[in-house]
T-cell receptor, first 115, second 110 residues
Framework: GAVVSQHPSRVICKSGTSVKIECRSL??????MFWYRQFPKQSLMLMAT?????????EQGVEKDKFLINHASLTLSTLTVTSAHPEDSSFYIC???????????FGPGTRLTVT | QKEVEQNSGPLSVPEGAIASLNCTYS??????FFWYRQYSGKSPELIMS????GDKEDGRFTAQLNKASQYVSLLIRDSQPSDSATYLC??????????FGDGTTLTVKP
């Protein structure tokens, strides 16, 4: 069965609005979750590392004020895309990592379209 | 030089053949190595992990690791059309985030 759930799977929003994406670890408690973005026919791009109970660590070039991450519990991390614009349209994927093995389990992804 | 390099492909093999996917990495302290499969429009899924030199087999899949050569590969035996996907190599140091390659697209032709 699924190890990670993500909601919503697909969202269309208007430019200037904010969108929240939820990532839940279903199988085990995850102190670390990762958020990725993937544009069509391009590779995975790590956006940030979400740490339970502390601030997220953002990759170079990713605006932390635009992509707000909250990892409030050991099973839930949220990514909020604030003031979304068409160039933010992408496939957003979260993953949880098993600390004993560093294996990553990916959520099914959220396809965001900003009109 | 990228930290993790894969042949971009596309790699095309006939059904029933062996598909060989290769990956090299630059960080010598890397300890954990993974192969993920990503179907078009879907998120990646873990198919193999390997931590020590040598071969690791799981069904039709065999991962091979050579730390001295900084090389990891994935062999898919008896390739099926359902194996057609992009395969991502990921490398992780002793602790911390993985570095992914750009992926190799495999097409298995019936």
């Amino acid at each position: 069965g699924a190890v990670v759930s993500q909601h919503p799977s697909r969202v269309i929003c208007k430019s200037g609005t904010s969108v929240k994406i939820e990532c839940r670890s279903l199988d085990f408690q995850a102190t670390t979750m990762f958020w990725y973005r993937q544009f069509p026919k391009q590779s995975l791009m790590l956006m940030a590392t979400s740490n339970e109970g502390s601030k997220a660590t953002y990759e170079q070039g990713v605006e932390k004020d635009k992509f707000l991450i909250n990892h409030a519990s050991l099973t839930l991390s949220t990514l909020t895309v604030t003031s979304a614009h068409p160039e933010d349209s992408s496939f957003y994927i979260c993953s949880v990592t098993r600390e004993s093995s560093y294996e990553q389990y990916f959520g099914p992804g959220t396809r965001l379209t900003v009109t | 030089q990228k930290e993790v390099e894969q042949n971009s492909g596309p790699l095309s093999v006939p059904e029933g053949a062996i598909a060989s996917l290769n990956c090299t990495y630059s960080d010598r302290v890397s300890q954990s190595f993974f192969w993920y499969r990503q179907y078009s429009g879907k998120s990646p899924e873990l198919i193999m992990s390997i931590y020590s030199n040598g071969d690791k087999e799981d069904g039709r899949f065999t991962a091979q690791l050579n730390k001295a050569s900084q090389y990891v590969s994935l062999l898919i035996r008896d390739s099926q059309p359902s194996d057609s996907a992009t395969y991502l190599c990921a490398v992780t140091p002793n602790a911390g985030k993985s570095t992914f390659g750009d992926g190799t697209t495999l097409t298995v032709k019936p």
